[in-house]
């Protein structure tokens, strides 16, 4: 295939903007770059996080995956999960903590419903403003004492977190961020594939 050098003619050109025009491209008016909408406070982003969750319809709010079953962890146990298509480098700087957090959620306090309505609306949030990490702290809290007690939010979150398409990798923070009671989850920007 030879490469031609120089401009395109004039017939060419009508005809290329005369193709776009067809599909329906508009030329753009601007050429900056919209960096979307303003960071909002913390307190108010929380308030409509909170907000987002009481509206939401109980038919979205399940405390169960989509097979029904939530599999328990230990409250030490550390969470590891990753596409199988992700860089092992990518994956091996997460579980350094080498990629910085952009924003955190602490679940602490919560129901599980409200911590699935919670955890969907931040990520969801933090997919918006284009963050690639973010630090979700779930607890070790067990559901009940006894031998068959587990910690019902981690376990929520680790089963969770496997099911979403926007999550490409988690594992348990280092101790300084949470340790086993938290987790770095590393998020698929918009378009991105891999």
């Keep these: 295939m030879s490469q031609r050098r120089g401009h ?3 017939d060419e050109v009508s005809l290329f903007r005369q193709a776009l025009a067809d599909a329906g491209v508009k030329p753009m008016r601007s050429n900056r770059a919209d960096p979307g909408k303003p960071k909002q ?5 929380l308030a409509e996080r909170r907000a987002a969750a009481l ?28 596409v199988p298509d992700l860089p092992q ?5 997460l579980k350094r903590g080498s990629i910085a957090w952009e924003a955190g959620l602490d679940l602490h306090g919560y129901t599980v419903d409200e911590a699935r309505a919670e955890l969907e609306s ?9 963050a690639r990490c973010v630090l979700v702290v779930h607890g070790k809290a067990r559901s009940a004492s006894g031998p068959d007690a587990y910690p019902v939010i981690k376990s929520h979150v680790n089963a969770w977190l496997r099911e979403w398409p926007s999550v490409l990798a988690f594992c348990s ?17 918009r378009g991105e594939s891999l």
């Design 173 to 189: 923070a280092r101790e300084l961020d949470g340790g086993s009671g938290a987790v770095y989850v590393l998020l698929r920007r």
């Design 122 to 130: 931040f990520i969801a949030e933090a997919r918006a403003q284009r």
């Design 41 to 45: 406070r913390r307190q108010e982003a």
């Design 8 to 10: 395109p003619d004039d």
């Design 55 to 82: 509206e939401a319809d109980s038919y979205q709010l399940s405390s169960r995956t989509s097979d029904g079953r939530v599999e328990p962890v230990r409250p030490s146990e550390w969470l590891d999960f990753t």
């Design 89 to 93: 480098r990518t994956r091996s700087q």
